[in-house]
């Protein structure tokens, strides 16, 4: 069994850093060995493998490993409407502008990257309590990740601990009409699951779908990625938005130094500039 306090010899270490963008496009750099070699090392004493360079030969013949590489090394930090600002211009601003101008028709809304599901369960809270005011709003909403482990959390729909304490903090109410007590966790309701999905999906690849989304949440993603990867990335995405789509990125993000076919609108939101495929 692998001795885990024993780091791997940088040839070896750059063979997984180019595994991790390989399978992910996330780009890792020499500092994030400690980091890398904590999130394996377990996987390494489960597998019995004596050495990083048996797991790289695992890797590179085990289509099911590989997937539980993705599961490892991907970050999945996420709450319940987290960041304040979104969702405020989204009650007060994108969903009545949105509503007014397509009367008839389902709002279409991807959260990319959704990791195990509380954003997309928060867009899927709004859209109800906005329809509650506007009975003929319609909406669907897609998650996508490329983490098979936590897309099995948000098809559950089941929650405990800081996250459901985080929303009954800020949003009680919601907790309290849209979640079902379940011993210690909670349940998000059928009503509301029945306007959500999940699928797997790598960022790095176009979407496969015909829909074209009025709504894209790609919330602190692209920090994982290089410039390159950034603008791969955008470019998906903005290939499955409809024309003056909007797209939402992260507290930490920004698109002003790379190029893409996003127009700013103000900190955090931006629009599809060109017309879609």
């Known amino acids: 069994m692998i001795d885990t306090e024993a780091l791997a010899d940088p040839i070896t270490q750059r063979a997984l850093f180019a595994q991790v963008r390989r399978h992910t ?47 490892l090394v991907t970050t999945n930090e996420t709450s319940f409407f987290r960041t304040p600002r979104i969702w405020d211009y989204l009650w007060h601003g994108f969903l009545p502008a949105w509503h007014a101008a397509h009367s008839g028709s389902t709002l279409q809304v991807w959260s990319a990257a959704s990791s195990t599901g509380e954003e997309a369960y928060s867009v899927a809270m709004l859209c109800e309590e906005f329809r509650e005011r506007h009975p003929t709003f319609r909406y669907r909403i897609l998650g996508t990740d490329i983490a098979q482990r936590v897309l099995d959390t948000a098809r559950a729909g089941q929650y405990l601990g800081r996250n459901i304490d985080g929303l009954r903090k800020v949003r009680p109410a919601m907790l309290e009409k849209f979640f079902q007590a379940d011993g210690e966790a909670h349940s998000v309701l059928p009503a509301l699951r029945a306007g959500v999905s999940f699928r797997p999906h790598n960022l790095y690849q176009a979407l496969r779908d015909p829909t074209r989304f009025d709504l894209v949440l790609l919330r602190n993603v692209l920090i994982y990625f290089d410039e390159a990867g950034q603008e791969a990335v955008l470019e998906n995405v903005r290939q499955s938005m409809a024309e003056r789509a909007v797209l939402l990125v992260g507290e930490s993000e920004s698109l002003s130094r790379i190029r893409t076919g996003f127009v700013y609108q103000q900190p955090l939101i931006y629009r599809n500039g060109h017309a879609a495929a």
């Open 25 to 71: 496009g996330i780009v890792m750099a020499d500092r994030k060995w400690t980091l890398l070699h904590g999130r394996l090392r377990r996987r390494l004493q489960a597998l019995e493998l004596s050495s990083y360079r048996d797991y790289l030969a695992v890797l590179d013949s085990s289509t099911e490993e590989v997937g539980h590489f993705i599961d």
